[in-house]
């Protein structure tokens, strides 16, 4: 089986504009949620989220075909050319039909998705631009990366809730794996500090609802929190075998090394109750690595901080692990980051890429009452240096779709 190496890391979120910037905020414990500006909010429950603020896109993508994409797409781009200049990686005529793409999106661009619907209601049909539908679906970030970049190996999305970017990962791997690709360009994007997206999550009673205190209301296991925060961002990576980055003279920040995937075939939205299918996802991803549970040093867990969902994953964790349980480092970048939907998958995996790269558990904020049940060491408002040889990331998603990825240092 072809080996899978991770060569270069981009990333845009509400605590960095890039890798290094997230990393760094990431490890310090900082976070960066805000009331949202750009609608009114003062008739929703919810009305703050971790937005992406003062990115410079001009930078990178003209005005005009700003306005042929939705921000999820702008963000892909931004991250993507991060990723490919941290790889060093030259595309050419010889080489671009084995480089691919394979990003996805949760949700995808809802945001014009609602402004071509306020267009039609005011203005008609006449008024809707021929670039509304590129603009907004799905496969657009991979098709506008294959474009800029020529590459002309598979060119493919993923959308699975918030299961996405481990599930964008997975499938990538596997086109290197299966002799299809040598580069895969993967991750997962996401755009949805919008009007249906937050109302809809808030009459689901998913979101949390500290108004007063938007930093201090993502806090997975503490006996105190009330549901997740919405983020923004996008989180890219490039992929490869492991031969054809030697060649070349790549850094390898790790390797990925296996993935497990699951479905709960539960509820359309509320995870099995005992964790079976997140602790299906786990063992599968430890089968297919031929790792040890007592290998695992560090997971960066899925850990949303809703009320049923993290004690789920505790109990998942436990009884994969066993006593090792407690030997681990478990935290949730989404108590910074706040969750990602279709991007939490890729920029964890960055996470917990570069957890292994430099042997840090970065922490879990605002963790100061555990829950009960809920007393493995998650890394409690301060980051620790550890040795971290194995790290595994969680994803689970709306209609019981779970996925698990685990890297680890390169070992020849």
């Known amino acids: ?43 929703y429950g919810t009305r703050f989220a971790a937005q992406v603020q003062g990115l410079d896109v001009d930078a990178f993508i003209d005005k005009k075909d700003q306005r042929k994409m939705d921000q999820f797409i702008q963000y892909t781009l931004i991250a993507s050319d991060e990723a490919i200049k941290d790889a060093n990686l030259e595309i050419t005529d010889a080489n671009a039909t084995r480089a691919g793409t394979l990003i996805g999106s949760g949700i995808g661009g809802i945001s014009s ?25 799905v496969n657009m970030a991979s ?22 970017g481990t599930h964008a990962l997975i499938l990538a791997a596997q086109q290197i ?48 929190r009330d549901g997740f925060v919405l983020g923004d961002g996008v989180g890219v990576l490039v992929l490869e075998e492991l031969e054809h980055a030697k060649a070349r003279g790549a850094t390898i920040y790790a390797e990925l090394v296996g993935y497990g995937m699951s479905g709960d075939a539960y509820h359309i939205t509320s995870p099995e109750p005992e964790g079976k299918g997140a602790e299906a996802a786990m063992r599968n991803a430890l089968n297919n690595a031929s790792i040890n549970p007592e290998e695992v040093n560090y997971i960066n867990a899925h850990g949303t901080s809703t009320p ?32 990602l939907l279709g991007a939490a998958g890729a920029i964890e995996a960055i996470f917990s890429t570069l957890a292994v790269y430099h042997n840090i558990a970065p922490p879990t904020i605002n963790h100061e ?14 980051a620790q240096e550890r040795e ?15 996925g698990s990825v685990i890297f680890r240092k390169l070992a020849e």
């Open 369 to 382: 009452e555990p829950e009960d049940g809920c007393d493995l060491n998650f890394v409690p408002n301060e």
């Open 388 to 402: 971290i040889n194995v790290a595994l990331s969680n994803s689970f998603g709306f209609g019981g779709t779970n």
């Open 143 to 164: 098709g506008q990366v294959s474009m800029r970049y020529n590459l002309q190996g598979p060119n493919l999305a993923v959308a699975t809730a918030c299961t996405t």
């Open 1 to 43: 089986m072809k080996r899978v190496v991770i060569t270069g890391m981009g990333a845009v979120s509400a605590i960095g504009h890039n890798v290094s910037q997230n990393w760094s905020n990431l490890v310090a414990g900082v976070s960066n949620m805000q009331l949202i500006e750009h609608f009114d909010t003062s008739s």
């Open 308 to 339: 049923a969902g993290d004690v789920i994953e505790v109990q998942a964790v436990k009884r994969l692990f066993g006593d090792h349980a407690y030997e681990l480092a478990v935290s949730s970048s989404k108590s910074m980051t706040g969750h």
């Open 113 to 137: 998705i609602e402004d071509c619907k306020q267009t039609l209601l005011e203005r008609g049909p006449k008024r809707i631009s021929p670039f509304a539908i590129p603009s907004m679906i």
């Open 177 to 224: 794996q299966l002799g299809l690709a040598d580069v895969m360009v993967t991750g997962g994007a996401e755009k949805a500090s919008s009007p249906v997206a937050m109302s809809g999550f808030g009459n689901a009673r998913a979101l949390s609802t500290r108004n007063d205190e938007p930093n201090r209301a993502s806090r997975p296991w503490d006996k105190n």
